[in-house]
């Protein structure tokens, strides 16, 4: 079993939930590919951010930022995932759930579900 | 994301981040449930006194009130390492103790955050900016006054700022000042509770009704939106999620996992807005069983 919170520190005197949920436009952008999701930081960003975090981390200073092999595979070291690569699992169960909001907007949440140990 | 610590409590294991995610998992898989030793995380008063006297303050903090002896608590010995302690007030900035006692934490091992009043924030960035380089604090909470251009600048200093907000409180035009910029936030319930009681009225109602109707739209518009367990009732967060989602955001009841000690009247509780009260303890696991064996 696998509670996660996301993003944020306990600085309240009751239990502390956090939630990620995106709107429908860009769950679709991310479907078709022009955007990525960031699992650590719960969110999603443009390839253009992913590889300026790249560029920001010392870590990476040798890579070479014109290899897309290589960047790739970076991407996946860092949980930075295309929707295909996130939902392809073979251990954990794959949930979308859609709600539509009073004033029309369809939000989405989705994530993955099991065990992974 | 860097892992801060990892530590077994009863039958599971807690993975923490410098972000301030935090993973439970079981040591069993099959196991669907979590039986902690010790608390997770607690809430410590550490002063009454505040200079702001907040007219919803459920603290009914003052500038009569006084510091909490912080420095001879001796349950922080037996505290165990990356246990988060949610450092609060009054102005805990004031407490004239602050640097030393977050010292002796961060030799245990021990996560403190710390939550401020904007006001306060900031006035002591400086200050604020030094105890995360020290790693003296991690989390830092700040209550919102108001979303001036100023606040706005200096939160995004600080990445691991949550912005609190009170439900009935909080007006949505001020809410929507803060959209689209990255920014964290944590919904509180409100408090029917001290000066809770007296701020309470028609426009309270009418902020609540507003945010339940906004909050799935609200959700997007931040990096992070967290919320009390008061404030999961008041806006009936389930709604918005499936079963299995509520199941790993959900991150348990008051007394499950967390706990809440006044400093200043020695006391502990379940949390801050419990009527039960107990004589402050020398030892944490006793205290803790206490509260989560408390009747509801």
Same mark, same amino acid.
């Given at each position: 079993m696998r509670v996660v919170r996301r993003g944020v520190f306990e600085t309240n005197s009751s239990s502390t939930h956090s939630i990620t949920m995106c709107s429908k436009e860009d769950y679709d952008k991310w479907e078709k590919g022009e955007i990525l999701f960031d699992r650590d930081e719960g969110q999603f960003i443009t390839k253009e951010e992913a590889i300026q975090k790249l560029k920001n981390d010392k870590y990476y200073k040798n890579l070479d930022f014109n290899d897309e092999e290589d960047i790739n595979e970076v991407f996946g070291e860092l949980n930075i995932y295309t929707s295909e690569e996130y939902f392809d699992d073979e251990f954990l169960e794959n949930f979308e759930h859609t709600y539509i909001t009073k004033n029309g907007e369809t939000i989405v949440a989705f994530g993955k579900y099991g065990y992974d140990g | 994301m860097k892992m801060l610590g990892e530590y077994q409590n009863g039958n599971y294991n807690v993975t923490l981040f410098n972000n301030g995610t935090k993973i439970r998992d079981t040591i069993n898989p099959n196991d669907n449930y979590f039986i902690p030793n010790f608390p997770e995380c607690m809430d410590v008063k550490i002063t009454n006194y505040c200079d702001l006297e907040c007219p919803y303050c459920h603290e009914n903090?003052?500038?009569?009130?006084? !510091?909490?002896?912080?420095?001879?608590?001796?349950?922080?010995?037996?505290? !165990?390492? @990356?246990?988060?302690?949610?450092?609060?007030?009054?102005?805990?900035?004031?407490?004239?103790?602050?640097?030393?006692?977050?010292? $002796?934490? $961060?030799?245990?091992?021990?996560?403190?955050?710390?939550? %401020?009043?904007? $006001?306060?924030?900031?006035?002591?960035?400086?200050?604020?900016?030094?105890?995360?380089?020290?790693?003296?604090? @991690?989390?830092?909470?700040?209550?919102?006054?108001?979303?001036?251009?100023?606040?706005?600048?200096?939160?995004?200093?600080?990445?691991?700022? %949550?912005? !609190?907000?009170?439900?009935? %409180?909080v007006k949505i035009e001020d809410l929507q000042k803060l959209y689209n910029q990255n920014f964290k936030i944590l919904i509180l319930g409100y408090k029917q509770f001290r000066r809770g009681i007296d701020y309470y009225c028609e426009l309270v109602e009418k902020n609540k009704e507003i945010l339940y109707n906004q909050l799935p739209k609200i959700i997007n518009k931040f990096q992070v939106v967290s919320f009390d367990n008061l404030a999961i009732?008041?806006?009936? %967060? $389930?709604?918005?999620?499936?079963?299995?989602?509520?199941?790993?955001? @959900?991150?348990?009841?008051?007394?499950? @996992?967390?706990?809440y000690i006044d400093l200043v009247e020695n006391k502990f509780a379940k949390c801050s807005v419990s009527d039960n009260r107990y004589e402050l303890m020398n030892n944490i696991g006793q205290m803790f069983n206490i509260v989560r064996n408390e009747k509801k």
């Open positions: - | 903090s003052n500038i009569n009130g006084i !510091h909490g002896n912080i420095l001879q608590a001796r349950f922080i010995n037996t505290l !165990h390492p @990356y246990t988060e302690l949610a450092l609060g007030g009054g102005n805990p900035l004031s407490h004239p103790d602050l640097i030393i006692f977050l010292t $002796k934490l $961060k030799e245990r091992n021990i996560i403190a955050n710390l939550t %401020v009043n904007q $006001k306060h924030f900031l006035d002591n960035q400086i200050l604020l900016k030094k105890l995360i380089d020290e790693k003296l604090i @991690y989390g830092l909470g700040v209550s919102l006054i108001k979303p001036t251009d100023e606040l706005i600048i200096c939160l995004k200093q600080f990445s691991n700022s %949550v912005l !609190h907000i009170i439900n009935g %409180v009732e008041q806006l009936d %967060v $389930k709604r918005l999620m499936s079963e299995k989602q509520w199941n790993e955001f @959900y991150m348990g009841n008051d007394g499950q @996992y967390t706990m």
